[in-house]
């Protein structure tokens, strides 16, 4: 803040806070009182963006979630159709043996 009188720079006292001395004129004022204030909810263009990049993280999760259920029923799936073809090559090996014995 600046001297009402002189317009330099006040120099905020030591003692008290709320007041600012000024060095030229040698005179002290009360410096307007400025509370703080604290606000825990952002901006409304700032709340906008951080929701939308949830709700698209929270779309890619659930995607990916899909992509892994695809994949786990295929390796069901061969994993089942390697077992049916492994009984069967020894089904038909033991065929083939008993066969030419």
Known sequence: MKCPHCGKELAISKKDSSYGLCHTC???????SQQQTYSNIPPKH???KSERTIR????NMLEIEDEE???ET???VILTIM???FLLIIAVAAYIFLFFK
Do not use: F, G, M
Request: hydrophobic letters at 25%.
């Open 46 to 48: 700032i709340r906008e």
């Open 83 to 85: 077992i049916i073809l």
């Open 69 to 71: 259920d695809v994949s």
């Open 56 to 59: 698209e993280n929270y779309r």
């Open 74 to 76: 295929k390796d069901k």
């Open 26 to 32: 040698k005179k002290r004022y009360k410096l307007p």
